[in-house]
């Protein structure tokens, strides 16, 4: 039986923000968003504005139908982890989605695949969707590593969470296209989206319920295209969900 899925489009405000600016942001989204989108939306906000989007979220209709989500979670549930958030305050927050293993957390935090599955292993214990974020550097690239860099990734996470690997959203974003202007080609990204698709496979028999998106530079001109595929299930947004024009633009094409 083929399952249908609504394409998700999460944006990934990353250390980007300030009161009046996202509230700009929320405001210009909500003005803007079809009713209701025929795709799942959400935006994953730094730590502490997750309250000023539950707030704008209830004041402004246009925002009911988008989802609330967080950048990082502990790997740890609770205790004497100074700086750390915890999954059940993510959910004390109404917190839908949770990206982990982003590939900035990976470089500039040292986060290994182990820890990577351990805090998907937290936000599916909390009732939060993680978004694992896979991908190789330009360098593990022309070596001709793309493949087994992105399975080993995404290994841990399902040896760790094999019982409800299919409640996790993955998101393939390769390292040397994050922030730079540079996309992989549809059949580039394609290519990796069906490696994964096919691991997912023979961990789950629900893999068909799990979601890939495409993280690299995904914008408002290349969505059409790259969401044309047909194992690229929607897009984790960086720079182009900080504009709302730009986003909108991105969620109209997930389901042109």
């Known amino acids: 039986m083929t399952i249908t899925m ?41 730590a502490p504005y997750l309250g000023q989007f539950r707030a704008l979220a209830n004041a402004l209709p246009g925002l009911s139908a988008v989802d609330l989500g967080a950048q990082d979670v502990s790997s740890q549930v609770a205790g004497a982890f100074t700086g750390e958030v915890s999954a059940s305050m993510l959910k004390d927050f109404g917190c839908r989605y949770v990206i982990v293993g982003h590939s900035e957390r990976r470089q500039y935090h040292a986060e290994t695949d182990a ?28 070596a001709g590593q793309t493949q087994a860099v992105v399975k080993r990734q995404l290994a841990a996470v399902i040896h760790a969470n094999g019982h409800c690997i299919s409640e996790i959203v993955v998101a393939y974003e390769p390292v040397w296209a994050i922030g730079t202007g540079k996309t992989a080609t549809p059949d580039e990204a394609q290519a990796v989206h069906a490696v994964l698709r096919a691991q997912l496979k023979a961990a789950t028999d629900q893999a068909a319920r799990v979601k890939i998106l495409y993280g690299g530079s995904m914008n408002a001109a290349n969505a059409a295209w790259l969401l044309g595929q047909p194992d690229i299930d929607g897009g984790l947004i960086g720079g182009a969900s900080l504009k709302a024009q730009d986003f909108l633009t991105i969620i109209a094409a997930a389901f042109a």
């Open 6 to 46: 609504k394409k998700l489009i999460a944006g990934n405000w990353k250390m980007n923000g300030s009161l009046a600016a996202n509230e700009a942001l929320l405001k210009g989204l909500a003005t803007g968003m079809p009713a209701p989108p025929r795709c799942a939306v959400a935006v994953c906000v730094p």
């Open 115 to 142: 820890v990577v599955a351990q805090k998907a292993q937290q936000a599916l214990a909390a009732g939060i969707t993680p978004i694992v974020c896979v991908g190789e550097t330009l360098a593990q690239r022309e």
